[in-house]
């Protein structure tokens, strides 16, 4: 079974300043991917970014950047120039192999002031 | 561009009425889940089906069934709803991919806000 840690619950950034939201995960499959999810106060699920095992790069998608250290398991989303619009609740999904149960970690509510 | 589609997306049940949650998807992906998501938490993942003709448990199915009745449709039924149901429930698909792992990305419906009284 896969762990995923997000250890902020809640985090706060003020506008226009970079923001990390960290997430640490357990597998054993060499081959894996990270995903990162926004979900706004509207309820939707957006994704975000995704990270392969075995990419060279770190993944970047516009703002959002993926500080994926594979050592230490650990898969940080960067988000650059926080605009208000960020404010949020993510979500870090990891998902192994052909493995098809996807699960989510408790969230990070990002909160983007002024 | 429909995607996923979940009904209903409001429900009010009284404590021991039944209900079934419908989802269907046009993408043709083989993997289709349920979650539910507690206010201000997390999502939780109930049942799964990663193929059409499969279902299993995820970490929270007590309390629910699930029928994979094609490829398009899946569907959550709540037999005797208690309170402790009220959530919003996500139906979802993905492709399930096979080595190397090729980073499909799972796709949400909009949400189903059940409330059991």
């Known amino acids: 079974a896969q762990k995923i840690t997000q250890t902020q619950p809640g985090m706060f950034v003020q506008e226009k300043e970079a923001v990390t939201l960290d997430c640490t995960y357990d597998?054993?499959?060499?081959?894996?991917?990270l995903f990162w999810y926004k979900q706004p106060s509207s309820g939707e699920m957006i994704f975000l970014i995704y990270q392969g095992s075995y990419d060279q790069q770190n993944a970047t998608e516009g703002r959002y950047s993926l500080n994926f250290q594979k050592a230490r398991k650990s898969a940080n989303l960067v988000i650059s120039a926080s605009q208000l619009g960020d404010s949020a609740m993510y979500f870090c999904s990891p998902r192994a192999g052909t493995a098809s149960k996807l699960t989510f970690g408790t969230g990070t509510r990002l909160q983007v002031t002024l | 561009n429909a995607g996923v589609t979940q009904t209903p997306k409001f429900q009010v049940l009284k404590t021991g009425q039944s209900m079934t949650l419908q989802c269907a998807q046009d993408m043709n992906h083989n993997s289709m889940y349920w979650y539910r998501q507690d206010p201000g938490m997390g999502l939780r993942l109930i049942y799964y089906s990663a193929s059409e003709g499969t279902t299993d448990k995820g970490e929270v199915p007590n309390g629910y069934n699930v029928s994979r009745l094609n490829k398009r449709e899946f569907s959550l039924r709540l037999e005797s709803a208690a309170p402790s149901q009220t959530s919003v429930y996500f139906c979802a698909s993905s492709e399930a991919s096979p080595y190397p792992f090729s980073g499909n990305t799972i796709y949400f419906g909009e949400g189903s806000w059940l409330t059991v009284v």
């Open positions: 597998t054993s499959d060499p081959s894996y991917g």
